[in-house]
């Protein structure tokens, strides 16, 4: 819309059908000159704004739904609020035992996976070695492939080492 009404201008029109003179087109450009920086600025910061809405509107969504009572899915954003299922997660033994089970794992696979990848990483960007770039390219061939492809060898591995349902076993899968 802006576009069309800035085509329509006077200034355009009478520019489109050569009837500007020579000093009121040196007007236009040096304006243009002048306000270049600013157009581009207001350009990329208009683009930018719909780009952080979109990214924005689904987490006010969210949390949206998170406040809404009941199990409200729908309705307008903002229409009532209510701390309810906050209460009911925060209050009961479950949550507090999935949570330190998640800090456990999480922790545990963060220390051992940095305990390996530093002194690894370490090696194969400063030292040359037998094996060096056969073991690279194993790591990336490795990397191609989906998770999945190796659940039941873990499980296999994992059950034979007695590691099934704990923090350990979870740890070296992720590891």
Same mark, same amino acid.
């Given at each position: 819309l802006l576009s069309l009404i800035w085509v329509s201008s006077k200034p355009v029109t009478a520019w489109s059908i050569r009837e500007l003179s020579t000093s009121a087109i040196? !007007?236009?450009l040096e +304006?243009?000159?002048k306000m270049e920086g600013k157009y +581009? $600025? @207001?350009g990329t910061h208009l683009i930018l704004l719909h780009f952080v809405f979109i990214t924005l509107l689904p987490l006010v969504w969210i949390f949206d739904i998170a406040l809404s009572p009941g199990n409200a899915l729908g309705g307008t954003i903002g229409d009532s609020f209510t701390g309810e299922h906050f209460e009911k997660i925060l209050g009961s033994e479950s949550f507090w035992t999935w949570m330190s089970n998640s800090l456990i794992v $999480?922790?545990?696979t963060s220390l051992l996976g940095l305990t390996i990848a530093i002194p690894a990483g370490y090696a194969f960007s400063r030292y040359k070695f037998t094996g060096r770039d #056969? $073991?690279?390219f194993? @790591? /990336?061939l490795v990397q191609m492939f989906p998770g999945i492809i190796i659940l #039941?060898? !873990?499980f296999l591995v994992m059950k $034979? /080492?007695?590691l099934l349902n704990s923090h350990l076993g979870l740890i070296l899968a992720y590891c």
């Open positions: 040196e !007007y236009g +304006r243009n000159n +581009r $600025s @207001f $999480s922790i545990g #056969v $073991s690279m194993s @790591f /990336l #039941v060898p !873990y $034979s /080492l007695g």
